[in-house]
Nanobody, 114 residues
Framework: QVQLVESGGGLVQPGGSLRLSCVAS????????MGWYRQAPGKQRELVAH???????NYADSVKGRFFISKDNAQNTVYLQMNSLKPEDTAVYYC????????WGRGTQVTVSS
């Protein structure tokens, strides 16, 4: 059973924007804060943003002020609006629940390059 499906990645120039989407199963979305993670080549997966069930948001210092997380409870969907993208944002981006994570999805590739 597919629990997490990410989409919206692509190739973008530095300074550009992308909006990622993640559709989660109800069992994950309903009972978890939801997070966006990323994994760059040769690096560990890191949490870049999360949103609680009540809508509180938090961001890694590296993306604060540039990335914005939101969600649509009716659609079990979490979004990540990414602005002012930098080459160091290049990574595969994943979403998952924080407290009771599900199986990881395939992620969506974001490449920032001129």
């Amino acid at each position: 059973q597919v629990q997490l499906v990410e989409s919206g990645g692509g190739l973008v120039q530095p300074g550009g924007s992308l909006r990622l989407s993640c559709v989660a199963s109800g069992s994950i979305f309903r009972f978890n804060a939801m997070g966006w993670y990323r994994q760059a080549p040769g690096k560990q997966r890191e949490l870049v943003a999360h949103i609680t069930t009540s809508g509180f948001t938090n961001y890694a210092d590296s993306v604060k002020g540039r990335f914005f997380i939101s969600k649509d409870n009716a659609q079990n969907t979490v979004y990540l609006q990414m602005n002012s993208l930098k080459p160091e944002d290049t990574a595969v981006y994943y979403c998952n629940g924080l407290q009771r994570p599900g199986s990881w999805g395939r992620g969506t590739q974001v490449t920032v390059s001129s």
